[in-house]
């Protein structure tokens, strides 16, 4: 194998372990249980990813119900309160349709505490489908 080669595999092998978000923008909310029955699965707790990194979709992605069990690559990106975000990325199982209008995704109270302080209303994201 020549020098170059080994380069271009090396870059390779770094680029599929530094998987970073890279896709839309939006706003994303929390909400607090209880979280059945929902749109997707009515009452069939079982849908739920045992995680609890879940969300219900809004507008911008429901797409008539397509949405269901889709996910989401989700990372804080900023908020009115600086400081509130964390570095960690998530991923959420879409499994309701969202009743507040302007968020793109409102994600289960665990869902949000794993990518900014729960204290907050709400914080922009980076959003992508897995």
């Not at 929390?30 to 929902?38: A, K, S, V």
């Not at 990194?53 to 690559?73: K, P, V």
Request: charged share 15%.
């Amino acid at each position: 194998m020549s020098e170059r080669q080994s380069v271009l595999a090396l870059l390779f092998i770094l680029s599929e372990l530094l998987h970073v978000c890279s896709g839309d923008v939006g706003t994303a909310g929390q909400y607090p249980p209880p979280y059945l029955p929902t749109a997707c699965y009515g009452n069939d707790m079982s849908k739920f990813p045992s995680s609890s990194l879940f969300a219900s979709a809004g507008d911008g992605i429901w797409d008539n119900g397509a949405a269901c069990g889709r996910q989401y690559f989700v990372k804080c990106l900023s908020a009115q309160t600086p400081g509130t975000c964390k570095a960690d990325q998530i991923i959420v199982k879409v499994v309701d349709r969202a009743s507040r209008n302007g968020e793109i995704l409102v994600l289960s109270t665990i869902a949000f505490g794993a990518i900014a302080n729960p204290s907050a209303a709400w914080v922009k994201i980076e959003y992508a489908e897995a």
